[in-house]
């Protein structure tokens, strides 16, 4: 797992490969999501978006193929570019295994539409649950 320290944004490409990391906490604070910050990250399992977040860019986290968990924390889905979740069969969470949840806050809106419907909800992509249960 990694801990990072907040800053306004995430840079481009920053974590992009890191083949051992498992899970990620965004720390409150942090605002932006930029292009390319998680990409590559195959061994990636577990993401913590915090409720500040409000932009995440083209593929963030494209090529996360094991992401089997995603607590977002912002209660209007962060604005996501097309990609940010990867698409078609580099889409995140393409070989993880058993259920794989969307967890947001109750209440929550945004979450069943653009990107974060056309990658992260629909069966023919990736198969996540979103859980309105935080």
């Known amino acids: ?11 481009l490409s920053q ?3 890191c083949g051992s990391l498992a899970s990620v906490s965004i720390p ?16 990636l399992q577990a993401i913590t978006i915090p409720s500040t977040v409000q932009s995440i860019g083209n593929g963030a986290f494209g090529r996360c193929f094991n992401v089997a968990t995603i ?13 940010a979740f990867g ?17 947001v806050p109750q209440g ?17 992509w990736s198969n996540y649950t979103v859980s309105y249960s935080l």
Not at 87 to 103: E, F, K, Q, V
Not at 108 to 124: F, H, I, K, M, R
């Open 1 to 11: 797992a990694i801990v990072l320290s907040p800053h306004f944004f995430l840079g």
């Open 15 to 17: 974590f992009s490969g």
């Open 28 to 43: 409150e604070g942090v605002t932006a999501i930029r292009n390319g910050t998680f990409a590559n990250c195959e061994s």
């Open 71 to 83: 607590i977002s924390l912002p209660s209007v889905a962060p604005t996501a570019e097309i990609g």
């Open 87 to 103: 698409s078609g069969w580099l889409a995140m969470g393409r070989t993880a295994y058993g259920s794989r949840m969307i967890y």
């Open 108 to 124: 929550a809106t945004g979450y069943d539409s653009g990107e974060w419907l056309n990658v992260l909800q629909d069966p023919a």
